[in-house]
């Protein structure tokens, strides 16, 4: 079955510095990544979604600035949270999506971010 | 403006019996829906998902039902099992770009 993987699982980070999750689709081309966010007892939010070698689309009240997203091949996309700060800890999942539904949008595992 | 909604934010059921999940959603123009189960510090794990084009899709455990003029669909679990117990959240694609609108999730607990 389709797979995405996902890292770091977990990341600490000093504020004021930048890290990048990474999101790799292992069997299948992902033309399209989607990016959520997960706070503590709540949905999943989309943030952005990215197509292979365009740039990305941001939700409303998504800084583009800040969370810098790259899909540079169809079988990986990355993002980058620059300048982190403690509200930015959150857990943050990829989805790989526009492919055939019966992958019915793998998800990563996810990468829980802690601000310090 | 929520799209999708879970009104239920959680469940508990006897180890055995049917678990009923409920979904509720507005905009029309949603063509495929999904169900993901979740545990904590985990990516969501595709369940099942239906077409808008069918009321009925059955896995298994696992059947999920649209009704479309109620905008409403519905996961059951039966027999349920004390290993479904986790955070079920319904997705629903539509609108542009094939993105996902998830609900707010419920959390359902077995017991055994």
């Known amino acids: 079955g389709a797979v995405v993987s996902q890292h770091p699982s977990r990341v600490i980070c000093k504020s004021g510095t930048s890290v990048k999750i990474e999101c790799r689709s292992l069997d299948f081309q992902a033309t399209t990544m989607f990016w959520y966010r997960q706070f503590p007892k709540q949905s999943l939010m989309l943030m952005a979604t990215?197509?292979?070698?365009?740039?990305?689309?941001?939700e409303q009240g998504v800084e583009k600035d800040k969370f810098l997203i790259n899909h540079a091949s169809l079988t990986l996309s990355t993002l980058t949270v620059t300048s982190a700060h403690p509200e930015d800890s959150s857990f943050y999942i990829c989805s790989g999506g526009g492919g055939s539904e019966n992958y019915g949008y793998t998800f990563g595992s996810g990468t829980r971010l802690t601000v310090v | 403006d929520q799209q999708v909604k879970q009104n239920s934010p959680s469940l508990s059921v006897q180890e055995g019996r049917i678990s009923i999940l409920n979904c509720d959603y507005t905009n029309s123009m949603f063509d495929y829906f999904l169900w993901y189960k979740k545990y904590p510090a985990e990516g969501p794990t595709f369940l099942i998902s239906?077409?808008?084009?069918?009321d009925k899709n059955e896995d298994g455990r696992f059947t999920v039902f649209l009704n479309k003029s109620a905008k409403h669909l519905s996961l059951h679990i039966v027999p349920s099992q004390p290993g479904d117990s986790a955070v079920y959240f319904c997705?629903?694609?539509?609108?542009?770009?094939?993105?996902?609108?998830f609900g707010g999730g419920t959390r359902l607990m077995v017991k055994p």
């Open positions: 997705a629903a694609r539509g609108n542009a770009g094939n993105m996902l609108t």
């Open positions: 990215s197509n292979e070698g365009s740039k990305a689309t941001y």
């Open positions: 239906i077409s808008s084009i069918k």
